[in-house]
């Protein structure tokens, strides 16, 4: 077997620099330094704790892959992970993961401390001590305005983005707050923004993140005692886009520190780009202080897309994939699939995938059979207010009455009954669940769901209720 470890190393670097971007590898592999082979064990040199996290929970599979592919089957790898500035100051740390038979590698976390004098800053995307320039975006590359079809239900956020991505914090948009239902293009349209700043302006710092992995990061570094460099890093970022910021609902200290990274960016004419299922008279839970400036800017909605807008977004998505299809199926399509725009491409994926599956040409008869389907088949999409809705229509009483303080058992059981659906049927946590159902905490949520469990299988009266609402909620 080959001893040379440098050239060993060299040669995992070229089946990796196939399978990454250029930037992530100049990033997170550059660096890394061989230090020696000892049988199957490969032992790399990287410059801090971070470093090591980040490439364990990111590029597993790629390492793990090569070095079976380089080494053997039984390749092992020891990091040595730099515990201060100093690349090779002799307060260091090898720890070790086997690449083992089985292949899973294990994401430990590194227990000795860092140097109190390092001048870095850790954060949740980059290496310490690294430049602005390279922190990864987290953009999806085909987000782009020119995928972003524009019709009556989009125009105004569409100019009013393009107009923020021509000059990022000079503009009165900002902060710019897109809301609308699920599958309208909020995303996308937030992640244009980002992907034209990167091309116009590279030099600055463009960050898409979700509200649920802010909370993540946030919650991973107060129990790091990282809560600065946690602020630090978000207040380095030049254009910040938060997607679904409504998952800030009943996090006190996230909001109250998401606050402070948003004063400090506006503060600087930093660029916030912000996006929402509601608009923000419409979201509970999240502090009126808070709410106030996401009103700062320009607030706009996403709507329906019309039957001119769904048409051309289904010859945009046939063309981009290379696709043929008859006019008239895809005017079928347009005219029947009217929700949002993702059940719109889900219709003409299925679509193709019938046609394909079963070796039939597209037409409109295959449409009207596949449609008849999905319509037959979809749901009323479930939300939180949707199934306080239905609770409150079923036991005919005020959608308000969720919200007040009373402690009427009546009222009390259909909050809780409607806690029990939210926490079953929906994704949201039980403090956001607790924010939007009379302003509980997630504690009482908890309870509620409990006192449900219990008096279904206790009580065949309300098991039938509960059972009835679920019947409705499904529809």
Known sequence: MNTDYHQIWNDCLTVIKDNV?????????????PLRIEGEILTIQVPSP???????????DILRKTLRKVIGKNAKLEYNVVMSDQQHDSNSQTVNYPTNNNLKLNNRPISAPLRTDANTIKNPFVIPGIQKLHIDPQLKKDNTFDNFIEGECNRLARSAGYAVAQNPGGTAFNPLMIYGDSGLGKTHLAQAIGIDVKEHFPEKVVLYVNANKFITQYSEATRNNNRNDFLHFYQMIDVLIIDD???????????????????HLHQLGKQLILTSDKSPIDIKGIEQRLLSRFKWGLTTDLQVPGYETRLAILKKK????????PDEVLEYIAQNIT??????????????????????????????????????????????????KIVCDYFNMPIDSLQSKTRKREIVQARQIAMFFSKSLTKSSLASIGSQIGQKDHATVLHACKTINNLVDTDKHFRIDVEEIEKRLRV
């Open 21 to 33: 971007q250029p930037l992530s590898f100049r990033t997170w592999f550059e660096p890394i330094k």
């Open 318 to 325: 046939t063309y981009k994939d290379g696709l043929t299809m």
């Open 245 to 263: 910021v409504q998952e800030f609902a009943g996090k006190e200290k996230t909001q109250e520190t998401f606050f402070h990274i948003f004063n």
């Open 50 to 60: 971070f470093f090591y996290e980040y490439l364990e929970e990111q590029y597993i």
């Open 339 to 388: 929700t949002n725009v993702r059940e719109l491409e889900g219709a003409l994926i299925s679509l193709l995938a019938q046609s394909t599956l079963n070796k039939k040409a597209i037409t409109v008869d295959l449409a009207i059979d596949m449609i008849n389907k999905i319509v037959k088949q979809s749901k009323h999409e479930i939300t939180i207010d949707y199934i306080q």
